[in-house]
């Protein structure tokens, strides 16, 4: 097992006031959000809470308004083409819907970041796609197609393929999405022999609550944009924070709504306060 999580444990992603807009609308709030060598980051929220814009700045994919984002010490806006290319050695990705190509096998799949990224031959290289492919118990599944697999196969598949270069951080979108309770929970099994076989930092985005339960060290949960609490399991259940108990009970909130703002919405004009008429 990992050694215990402290506050001194070096932190593998730091981020520190990041805003983000989609044109006009204003979706990251300035926030502050961490992540430490080693460490089962769940993240959570509903939907429109900003958590998937995180993941998608996390890994490059958004250009930010304001704010710093480091990862494995590293400022990502000051790295070049070359420190990019470098940075993203280190981090694998498993996406929601596995994102295999479905004109490859499963084993030319996992190779793919080696063929990208290194000089390894090719007897090597199916290797190491058989080793991942053991870890994450599909040995002997390298020549069948990704239509030939489950579900569940497939999240392992791309899961297998997000670790082939042995990152030091992985991130994971909804790993359980789509799965029965037994599947789900066998991947869950695997993230977290993932952590501590490979002493990777992880990342998850899922809306699972049992899941995350399972095998988060802390849950940041999103809302609005805006950070509403990051703590272990038992601190997030025991939140007296309305809107948390929402989301860990599924409860809808009664929005209040504002006539003149839901006049502008209507018909795409912006009014001021107190005022019919239109600014």
Known sequence: MMTELTA?????IEVTGLVTH???????????FDVREGEIMVIMGGSGSGKSTLM???LSLEQRTAGTMKLLGQDVAELDVKGRTELSKKIGVAFQSGALFSSM????????????HTKLDDLTQDIMARMKLE??????????????LSGGMIKRAAMARAI??????????????GLDP????????????????????????THELDSAFKIADRITVLDRGDILMCGTVDEIRGSSNQ???????????????????????????????????PL
Do not use: W
């Open 8 to 12: 001194d444990t070096p932190l593998a």
């Open 22 to 32: 989609y044109g006009p609308r204003k979706i990251l709030n300035g926030i502050d």
């Open 56 to 58: 998608r700045h996390l």
């Open 105 to 116: 096998s499963v084993g030319e799949n996992i190779k793919l970041p080696l063929a990208e």
């Open 135 to 148: 870890v994450v118990d599909l040995a002997g599944f390298e020549d069948l197609m990704p239509s030939e």
């Open 164 to 177: 082939i270069m042995d990152p030091k951080i992985l991130f994971c979108d909804e790993p359980s999405a």
């Open 182 to 205: 037994v599947v789900a929970s066998a991947l869950d099994d695997l993230i977290l022999k993932l952590r501590d076989a490979m002493r990777m930092s992880i990342v998850v985005v």
């Open 243 to 277: 809107r948390i108990q929402n989301i860990l009970n599924r409860r809808t909130e009664e929005e209040i709504i504002d006539a003149d703002e839901y006049l502008a919405r209507l018909t795409g004009t912006d009014y001021g306060p107190q005022t019919d008429t």
